[in-house]
């Protein structure tokens, strides 16, 4: 198999354009929109052929190894033609490649994307995020909505799984709150992925959160996301909502010194938590610039920036 080498940034920080905020927005109105975000998402990636699941590890662990060693910043691979029974495997927790990965699967066409995650930023991002989201519930006294991690859930015809994930106190897991981490290089991707959990029918998350790592220099990126009326002059009843990027905050680190830009990162209590905010301590999750820049400052002393 060919890893698609993914080239790397050098853009100073401090002088990071607005554009390049811009670059992964799902705001652009285009007949792009009226199409499923997932299929969007298949279209702008190479495909493979399933022939054994054997084979399929083999090439997530080689993927997986490459990004590690900076052969490719690509995350993303996507097979056809894959049956349920072996998707069904994948997603076993003793499996292998579950650990390294996670899945969109179509029940229609056996079209699986693996994200492949980089360890360890990958997994240190998704549990202090959890941790960030789990504080701030603590300190409101709100008990009613539970983490479900990379829970596989059913949104349309698609199986997804988000990186870290919330969702109601109840015996079916279904996500109010889904996050989405993955390199600066995949920021676009994310973006479709955010649409994908947001526009898809039948899916109940309200709420996205997409975290850009970059391994070249010290930045993290945090985008909302969140539907919206869609732009068009002419607005119907029928007119479906679309994911809008509503805020963005950039962490980053010049000269031993770290800057935030964008605020805090503000999540809506309705859309987390599924219900009004009541009583004198419920309110909207509110994740601090010391906060975030904790967060970042973490994934900075792993990946050797400080």
């Known amino acids: 198999m060919e890893l698609s080498a993914g080239s790397s940034s ?38 493979h052929p399933f022939t054994t699941s054997a084979t399929l590890i083999r090439a997530v662990e080689t993927r997986r190894e490459a990004l590690q060693r900076g052969i490719t910043r690509d995350q993303y691979l996507v097979y056809a033609g894959v049956p349920p029974e072996v998707f069904s495997k994948l997603v076993e927790e003793k499996s292998r490649v579950n650990k ?125 996301w969140e539907l919206a009326p869609r732009s068009y002059r002419l607005v119907t009843r029928s007119s479906p909502a679309s994911a809008r990027n509503s805020s963005t905050t950039r962490v980053y680190r010049v000269n031993n010194t770290t800057s935030v830009d964008g605020g805090e990162l503000v999540l809506p209590f309705d859309k987390i938590v599924g219900r009004q905010a009541t009583g004198p301590h419920e309110r909207d999750i509110i994740l601090s610039e010391g906060a975030l820049q904790d967060y970042a400052e973490r994934l900075w002393v792993r990946q050797g920036f400080m």
Request: charged share 25%; with cysteine; net charge negative.
């Open 10 to 47: 050098n853009t100073n920080p401090s002088t990071t354009s607005e554009a390049s905020f811009n670059s992964g927005d799902a705001t652009s109105e285009s007949s792009s929109h009226s199409r499923d975000p997932h299929a969007e998402l298949v279209d702008e990636l190479e495909h």
């Open 100 to 224: 390294s990965s996670r899945f969109t699967y179509s029940n229609n066409t056996g079209t699986l994307i693996i994200k492949v995650m980089l360890h360890p930023e990958h997994d240190i991002a998704a549990r202090r995020f959890d941790l960030l989201i789990a504080s701030e519930l603590d300190t409101m006294g709100v008990h009613d909505i539970d983490p479900l991690g990379s829970t596989t859930v059913t949104i349309g015809s698609w199986k997804k799984e988000a990186d870290c994930s919330w969702g109601p106190f109840q015996q079916r897991a279904e996500l109010n709150l889904a996050v989405e981490i993955g390199l600066s290089e995949s920021m676009r991707h994310l973006a479709t992925d955010a649409r994908g959990w947001l526009e898809t029918p039948s899916s109940t998350v309200k709420l996205v959160v997409t975290i850009s790592i970059d391994r070249t220099q010290p930045e993290v990126v945090f985008r909302r």
